[in-house]
C-alpha cells in the first residue's frame, strides 16, 4: 500500500479491491508478507528481490566530447 496513491478517504477500499504487490528479500520474507496481506487484499502479485543488483555496465552510454 502507498498512502500517497490512494485517494482520500478510499484507503480501506483501494487496500482491498486494488492488486497488492509484496515484495521480499527472499522467500521466507516474501511468504510472511503475503500472508499478512492475503486476509486483506482479493489480488496479490508476490515479487522476489534479485538475487543480485543490476549490472549498471550494460546500460548504453553515450560518448563524451575530448
Known amino acids: ?35 499478512l496481506f492475503e486476509g486483506l487484499a482479493d489480488r496479490i502479485v508476490p515479487r522476489l528481490q534479485p538475487s543480485r543488483p543490476p549490472r549498471w555496465s550494460s546500460w548504453p552510454t553515450t560518448a563524451t566530447p575530448t
Open 1 to 35: 500500500m502507498a498512502p500517497e496513491r490512494t485517494i482520500q478517504g478510499q484507503a480501506l477500499r483501494e487496500l482491498v479491491e486494488l492488486p497488492q504487490v509484496i515484495g521480499g528479500l527472499d522467500e521466507a520474507s516474501l511468504r510472511e508478507g503475503v500472508e
